[in-house]
């Protein structure tokens, strides 16, 4: 392939965002880099790249060659994961990314596939924002709620999260056990700002005056925390509460109370021999609710 070598380089710089960064992890010095990326400068008739005191940032011909050269770097290196494959040797990274609470229900599929895999060099990414997947940010994405509808995605639905109204034992001993027709006269935790109304959010604003709220949080892990700590009751996940031992559940999840978690590809890479190895453990784990 024509420029491949500068494309390659260019993939790297945008992805480390300086020049010493990836003339570092490519081992060549920085002046072939500035090159290579000149060279691909002059052959598409723009800049690629914004250069400031921080970095390089994309332009937007620097984001349609992400685009296309990260799938190309994925394509060779999928090229590459086959061969090896013959043998039992997937090889190469896997870049998976969701939403930190929900590590405990994929830590068994990442943890299967790793010991299948073990060539394989695993990153979880936690984080709320939907991963860029045409520009190779992650090659699978894990995201709760409405199905993501971004063209060329390619979403399945991976298993519904439910969520309960659970105390801590230190709660109920300071204030009683919380008899779900006496609510009132107990203390709560609650959530405050989410991008999207959450399953239970209904349910509080009608049973949940502000004066009882002991806090509120923006922050899934926070209100886990804070529950657990006994400042109040509070809504958490199923299989968050289930590792517990100190949390006693009040009123028990259901499917009123529950969201969709939905596995996200992208479509050139959905077929790669790594992503397909990875989302068949997912599929063995995938079907609690």
């Known amino acids: 392939m024509q420029h491949w070598m500068e ?10 965002g300086t020049v010493s960064a990836a003339a570092e992890a490519l081992g060549v010095h920085r002046a072939t880099v500035n090159r290579h990326v000149e060279t691909l400068e002059g ?26 050269a990260g799938r190309a770097d994925e394509m060779f290196a999928d090229l590459e994961g086959r061969s090896r494959g013959k043998a039992g040797q997937l090889s190469g990274s896997l870049i998976v990314t969701a939403l ?13 596939f790793q010991l ?18 045409e520009y190779g940010e992650a090659h699978v994405a894990f995201r709760a709620g409405k199905k993501p509808d971004v063209p060329d995605y390619v ?41 999207r109304p959450l399953p239970y959010s209904d349910w509080m604003t009608a049973n949940v005056p502000p004066e009882a709220l002991a806090l509120q949080t923006t922050d899934q892990q926070v209100q886990h925390s804070a529950v657990c700590e006994g400042l109040g009751l509070g809504f958490l996940p199923e299989h968050n509460a289930r590792t517990r031992p100190d949390l006693v559940e009040v009123i028990a999840p259901g499917e009123a109370w529950s969201v969709a978690l939905w596995v996200v590809t992208h479509v050139d890479l959905h077929r790669t021999t790594k992503v397909l190895a990875f989302l068949e453990h997912v599929r063995a784990q995938g079907t609690g609710g």
């Open 116 to 133: 299948a895999h073990p060539r394989i060099a695993m990153e979880f990414v936690a984080g709320a924002q939907l991963a860029r997947l």
């Open 155 to 195: 979403v399945t639905l991976f298993r519904s999260v439910r969520f309960g109204l659970y105390a801590s034992l230190d709660y109920i001993e300071r204030a009683g056990f919380p008899e779900p027709d006496k609510l009132d006269r107990h203390r709560f935790v609650g959530s405050v700002g989410a991008a």
């Open 43 to 68: 052959t598409f008739g723009a800049p690629l790249f914004h250069r400031h005191a921080r970095g390089y940032a994309l332009t937007d011909a620097g984001r349609d060659m992400l685009e296309v």
């Open 100 to 112: 930190a609470g929900v590590a405990p229900i994929l830590m068994p599929a990442i943890r299967d």
């Open 7 to 16: 494309l390659r380089t260019a993939l790297m710089v945008a992805r480390l």
